[in-house]
Antibody, heavy 119, light 107 residues
Framework: EVQLVESGGGLTQPGGSLRLSCAVSGFSVNNNHMTWVRQAPGKGLEWVSVLFAAGNIDHADSVKGRFTISRDSSKNTLYLQMNSLRAEDTAVYYC?????????????WGQGTLVTVSS | DIQMTQSPSSLSASVGDRVTITCRASQSISNYLNWYQQRAGRAPKLLIYGTSNLPSGAPSRFVGSGSGTDFTLTISSLQPEDFATYYCQQSYITPGTFGQGTKVEIK
């Protein structure tokens, strides 16, 4: 069964750091394109970071220089290292697989993990 | 960046109603348009990809259409489980930006 399970969220102060994990089963993170998407309370979806199967990465301008996406093939896990956190980073963070064929889409998604940045 | 604009932001409808949601892109995205459904407190779920293609398991009452900059999602007969928020996403430029969402509420 294909499943993504996020963890690592919690409460942290502005300027703090957190590392989110996305444990994957049913497919290899090494051979798939993976992404993080966040959703601030009561708001819409915002793409955050992408890690392509070839290893190239990209981040949204809002997190560039502060967040880093990575993967561990031995643990089949995707990560998001978040540094210099700000109040506006408060959100539920979802990981998802990107399927790229003629079209591309995000599916499946994990259940999400809540990050709260507050003093 | 490609901006995606949905309308309306919310709507009220009854079970059995036909519902249409519109999504407009700030530039042409051909037919690289996806739709997601997000029920309250749940993760988003892929509903339609490539403008009009239903993934396995998606109900046939969901119909997507459009091309270029203007797209629509139609629910032919609203069911109780369809009350949710719907997001469009352009996939013309990976990884893709989302619309702001349309919340479908019970009338």
């Amino acid at each position: 069964e294909v499943q993504l399970v996020e963890s690592g969220g919690g409460l942290t102060q502005p300027g703090g750091s957190l590392r989110l994990s996305c444990a994957v089963s049913g497919f290899s993170v090494n051979n798939n394109h993976m992404t993080w998407v966040r959703q601030a309370p009561g708001k819409g979806l915002e793409w955050v970071s992408v890690l392509f199967a070839a290893g190239n990465i990209d981040h949204a301008d809002s997190v560039k220089g502060r967040f880093t996406i990575s993967r561990d093939s031995s643990k089949n896990t995707l990560y998001l290292q978040m540094n210099s956190l700000r109040a506006e980073d408060t959100a539920v963070y979802y990981c998802a697989r990107i399927t790229m064929t003629v079209y591309n889409w995000f599916d499946p998604w994990g259940q999400g993990t809540l990050v709260t940045v507050s003093s | 960046d490609i901006q995606m604009t949905q309308s309306p932001s919310s709507l009220s409808a009854s079970v059995g109603d036909r519902v249409t949601i519109t999504c407009r892109a700030s530039q042409s995205i051909s037919n690289y348009l996806n739709w997601y459904q997000q029920r309250a407190g749940r993760a988003p779920k892929l509903l339609i990809y490539g403008t009009s293609n239903l993934p396995s398991g998606a109900p046939s009452r969901f119909v997507g259409s459009g091309s270029g900059t203007d797209f629509t999602l139609t629910i032919s007969s609203l069911q109780p489980e369809d009350f949710a928020t719907y997001y469009c996403q352009q996939s013309y430029i990976t990884p893709g930006t989302f619309g702001q969402g349309t919340k479908v509420e019970i009338k």
